[in-house]
């Protein structure tokens, strides 16, 4: 609202943070690329809402508010520009570049409003999420930087410690400068190499809310919301990626289900037993949307086969309505594509379902003895299920019991340790 409107104090602030948070990473994304420093950016940032809060109160909300705490913003980094050069350079050259750091100055302001940050704010994701950094280095500098969540909530999201999650934002920052990175949008077969990364990062955030590693928590929906809509963000700036078009997928319709997940005690449901009235109908339908646009390009990609995978389940009205043997075949497919011992643990599951738990039992045998699968809790879990329903009671209890002793998650040591005694003594 203008000068001479009614918004109070208070209110005008809740709407000054609230448009900060909506701006937030497009601010950092667009400073970034001028100034080169994630932390430089952010401070610029910071800058320009500490200005909205002083002005804003006594002159009114801007028309587009957004537009101005970006031109606010740049003209706080040409000054740290114009002081940085006045330190470095003779006074010859100082002259020539105020000149120019004031014309930026003006146009910065005019463009603002105009500016499409699309190719900015996707430069800032490719570069918080870029390979050189470990994976849970990736994921907290990405929630930081592009997500705006602190340090704490970073933290408490994951289970591990304000200081440490502070100490992975400021090594990946480090190594950022150190590569010299230009917060651009990588082309051609680099784009091709690093976009992997970048969806690795966001369904590691997506994983980690819909079924927790650790803790007594079962699922954390905010970690999944988060993922959510950096999905969504990634697929308005990369309409035509069939990959990043999957995850979206994959995402709305597996977080269709997160009410459904748990009981009112918080105890795990598992899928087959869920009540899919409750499931989110509206979700179903965006991620259907975002499947069939992906199809359309291709949906060969792990993603999008995945995203196909989860709607089968969304698309069965009764847990006995479900495809499985297309779920099967589709996991046959994955497999070609995405070779890895959970996604064989996982196609043995289907392949039980179709054509029942011997066949399930010998697909699981094939993989037992892979390394990475020691001391992963869901093998045993799936081969209880398996001697479950083969009537091998005895040996299903003992596999169960194993299963529950491995996770880290309370809720699913919990429902593992009832399965076992479901199986009798």
Same mark, same amino acid.
């Given at each position: 609202?203008?000068? #001479?409107?009614?918004?109070?104090?208070?209110?005008?602030? *809740?709407?000054? @943070? /609230?448009?900060?948070?909506?701006?937030?990473?497009?601010?950092?994304?667009?400073? /970034?690329?001028?100034?080169?420093?994630?932390?430089?950016?952010?401070?610029?940032? &910071?800058?320009?809402?500490?200005?909205?809060?002083?002005?804003?109160?006594?002159? #009114?909300?801007?028309?587009?508010?957004?537009?101005?705490?970006?031109?606010?913003?740049?003209?706080?980094?040409?000054?740290?520009?114009?002081?940085?050069?006045?330190?470095?350079?003779?006074?010859?050259?100082?002259? &020539?570049?105020? @000149?120019?750091?004031?014309?930026? /100055?003006?146009?910065?302001?005019?463009?603002?409003?105009?500016?499409?940050?699309?190719?900015?704010?996707?430069?800032?994701?490719?570069?918080?999420?870029?390979?050189?950094?470990?994976?849970?280095?990736?994921? !907290? +500098?990405?929630? *930081?930087?592009?997500?705006?969540?602190?340090?704490?909530?970073?933290?408490?999201?994951?289970?591990?410690?304000? $200081?440490?999650?502070?100490?992975?934002?400021?090594?990946?920052?480090?190594?950022?400068?150190?590569?010299?990175?230009?917060?651009?949008?990588?082309?051609? !077969? @680099? *784009?091709?190499?690093?976009?992997?990364?970048?969806?690795?990062?966001?369904? +590691?955030?997506?994983?980690?809310?819909?079924?927790?590693?650790?803790?007594?928590?079962?699922?954390?929906? #905010?970690?999944?919301?988060?993922?959510?809509?950096?999905?969504?963000?990634?697929?308005?700036?990369?309409?035509?990626?069939?990959?990043?078009?999957?995850?979206?997928?994959?995402?709305?319709?597996?977080?269709?289900?997160?009410?459904?997940? %748990?009981?009112?005690?918080?105890?795990?449901?598992?899928?087959?037993?869920?009540?899919?009235?409750?499931?989110?109908?509206?979700?179903?339908?965006?991620? +259907?949307?975002?499947? !069939? *646009?992906?199809?359309?390009?291709?949906?060969?990609?792990?993603?999008? +086969?995945? /995203?196909?995978?989860?709607?089968?389940?969304?698309?069965?009205?009764?847990?006995?309505?479900?495809?499985?043997?297309?779920?099967?075949?589709?996991?046959?497919?994955?497999?070609?594509?995405?070779?890895?011992?959970?996604?064989?643990?996982?196609? $043995?599951?289907?392949?039980?379902?179709?054509?029942?738990?011997?066949?399930?039992?010998?697909?699981?045998?094939?993989?037992?003895?892979? @390394?990475?699968?020691?001391?992963?809790?869901?093998?045993?879990?799936?081969?209880?299920?398996?001697?479950?329903? !083969?009537?091998?009671?005895?040996?299903?209890?003992?596999?169960?019991?194993?299963?529950?002793?491995?996770?880290?998650?309370?809720?699913?040591?919990?429902?593992?340790? %009832?399965?076992?005694?479901?199986?009798?003594?």
């Amino acid at each position: 609202m203008g000068p #001479g409107g009614t918004h109070s104090t208070g209110e005008t602030r *809740r709407a000054i @943070e /609230a448009t900060f948070r909506i701006e937030r990473a497009r601010l950092i994304a667009g400073l /970034a690329r001028m100034v080169r420093s994630v932390d430089l950016a952010e401070e610029r940032a &910071q800058d320009a809402l500490v200005t909205a809060l002083a002005e804003w109160p006594g002159g #009114g909300i801007p028309a587009n508010p957004g537009a101005w705490l970006m031109a606010v913003a740049k003209r706080r980094a040409i000054d740290t520009i114009r002081r940085d050069t006045m330190m470095t350079r003779k006074h010859d050259e100082i002259a &020539q570049t105020l @000149e120019e750091a004031d014309e930026d /100055a003006a146009e910065a302001i005019e463009r603002a409003i105009d500016d499409d940050l699309g190719d900015e704010l996707l430069g800032l994701i490719f570069t918080a999420c870029h390979p050189m950094l470990s994976r849970d280095a990736r994921a !907290a +500098l990405t929630l *930081r930087v592009v997500g705006g969540l602190t340090t704490d909530e970073i933290a408490r999201a994951f289970l591990s410690s304000e $200081a440490t999650i502070a100490q992975r934002i400021v090594r990946a920052k480090k190594a950022i400068a150190k590569a010299g990175l230009a917060f651009e949008v990588p082309r051609g !077969a @680099e *784009r091709a190499t690093r976009l992997p990364s970048v969806l690795e990062v966001i369904y +590691l955030v997506f994983n980690e809310g819909y079924a927790a590693t650790a803790g007594d928590d079962l699922v954390r929906p #905010g970690l999944c919301m988060e993922a959510q809509r950096l999905g969504r963000m990634l697929a308005g700036l990369m309409p035509e990626e069939a990959e990043v078009l999957g995850l979206l997928a994959l995402m709305e319709i597996q977080a269709s289900r997160l009410g459904a997940r %748990a009981g009112p005690d918080g105890s795990f449901i598992p899928l087959t037993e869920q009540d899919r009235a409750r499931w989110d109908q509206l979700l179903i339908r965006r991620g +259907l949307d975002a499947l !069939a *646009r992906a199809e359309a390009i291709d949906g060969g990609g792990p993603y999008a +086969l995945q /995203a196909a995978l989860a709607a089968c389940h969304a698309r069965a009205r009764r847990a006995g309505d479900t495809d499985w043997v297309r779920i099967a075949a589709l996991y046959d497919r994955l497999r070609g594509v995405m070779p890895s011992p959970v996604v064989d643990l996982n196609r $043995a599951i289907a392949h039980s379902m179709a054509f029942g738990p011997g066949a399930g039992l010998r697909l699981l045998d094939a993989v037992a003895g892979d @390394e990475a699968l020691a001391g992963y809790a869901p093998l045993p879990a799936a081969r209880g299920d398996f001697l479950f329903r !083969a009537g091998r009671l005895a040996e299903a209890r003992a596999e169960f019991e194993t299963a529950a002793g491995l996770t880290r998650n309370g809720r699913e040591a919990a429902f593992l340790l %009832a399965r076992a005694k479901a199986c009798g003594q």
